[in-house]
């Protein structure tokens, strides 16, 4: 940055031009590298649960219209966001409760943390939601959620909220009942998107993933099974990210969401890329060293990775890490860019 001299020609230029809505480009303050004001932070599950629990006597599911709590990083005050690109909250729901239909421009997902019984109707579709399942809500598709069983559920949401504010593309509608009345066979969409079968007739043009429910139970199989004969990435452990089954691409046009393994032991190398991430904990505990902090996480912890911001994980236990982050969108615009010690062909 350049700041004049206060009583020359160029600072009365400087104070000349404000009044019509300019200002010098060499007196800028803006950052032009890598990087966000937002910082690594761990949201503890034990620290968390009791609140949520808190919140079912104080607050009904139909009066919030959704009990969440939004994850707010601390170095994005006022946002409720995250990341600067992307917003996360953990939702609670008490038997018996429906949560209203709505739906809205932007892409949700669902990663179920702990309980059972509850469902959500995606456009006329029940799906069960169980622990481990990563479920989907795209853009404009009508959904609200309910609960069966006997016990608290609580999930992890994330939506791609930040994009539709940047754009000023947000649209949301009430949907005339509280509930949809289911109007597609429970697996439909699994049928006939998610059993290596497409529709004869189908043709294109959807820009997310057709499936509702990527099953915890099929997706810790996969992992397993890749982990015993290895090889393990130096960073990652095994890293893979669920794909929408009729391109390869990612679940949605603006969220890359992943899930690993760490072997017990593992100990990863450093790692950075431009794509900041959200991670949940399966299963399992050990150490994220993110920047200059270190957190030891448990089941169910949400820690975050900001962009560009190296890291190296470590497992106490085997971990299974849920992750997602906004490296649909970057790839898709040019922006992505990573630091990988490996430096192989780590996404082939
Ligand atoms: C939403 O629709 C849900 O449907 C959860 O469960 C969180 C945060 C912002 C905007 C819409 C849900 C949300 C949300």
């Known amino acids: 940055m350049t700041t004049p001299q206060p009583d020359s020609d160029l600072a009365r230029l400087s104070r000349d031009i404000q009044s019509l809505n300019a200002r010098p480009l060499w007196e800028r303050t803006q950052r032009m590298g890598p990087g966000t004001p937002a910082v690594p932070t761990i949201w503890r599950y034990r620290d968390m649960r009791p609140q949520l629990l808190r919140a079912i006597d104080l607050i009904t599911a139909k009066e919030a219209e959704r009990r969440v709590f939004m994850l707010e990083n601390p170095g994005l005050p006022g946002t409720g ?14 038997p018996g409760e429906i949560a209203p239909a709505h739906r809205h421009s932007t892409n949700a997902l669902r990663f179920i943390i702990d309980g059972e019984g509850a469902y959500t109707t995606v456009e006329g579709e029940r799906v069960a939601m169980r622990p481990g399942d990563f479920v989907l809500t795209p853009g404009w598709t009508w959904h609200d959620h309910g609960h ?28 005339p009942d509280d509930a949809q009345a289911p109007s597609l066979a429970e697996g439909d969409a699994a049928a ?36 015993r004969p ?23 046009p603006t969220i890359a969401v992943f899930i ?25 505990s050990g150490t994220a060293h993110i920047g200059d902090r270190t957190f030891d996480f448990e089941p169910h912890d949400v820690f975050v990775v900001p962009a560009w911001t190296p890291y190296h994980l470590s497992a106490a236990k085997d971990c299974v890490l849920f992750s997602l982050s906004d490296r649909a969108a970057q790839e898709k615009l040019g ?4 630091e990988d010690p490996s430096n192989s062909a780590a996404r082939s």
């Open 230 to 252: 290895g090889p393990l990435h130096p960073s990652h452990g095994i890293k893979m990210r669920y794909a929408n089954p009729l391109d390869g691409g990612y679940v949605y």
């Open 335 to 338: 922006f992505w860019r990573e």
């Open 148 to 175: 069966l069983g006997d016990a608290p559920v609580i999930w992890l949401d994330a939506l791609d909220n930040p994009f539709g504010q940047f754009f000023g593309a947000i649209f949301r509608e009430n949907y």
């Open 81 to 94: 966001y995250i990341t600067t690109s992307l917003y996360c909250g953990l939702q609670v729901i008490k």
């Open 192 to 227: 006939r998107y998610g059993a290596n079968l497409m529709p004869v007739e189908y043709r294109t043009g959807r820009p997310s993933s057709p499936l509702l429910v990527y099953p915890y139970n099929r997706t810790r199989e996969a992992l397993l099974r890749l982990a």
């Open 260 to 284: 690993q393994y760490l072997p017990q032991g593992f100990s990863g190398q450093t790692y950075r890329s431009t794509d900041g991430t959200a991670f949940n904990v399966v299963e399992g």
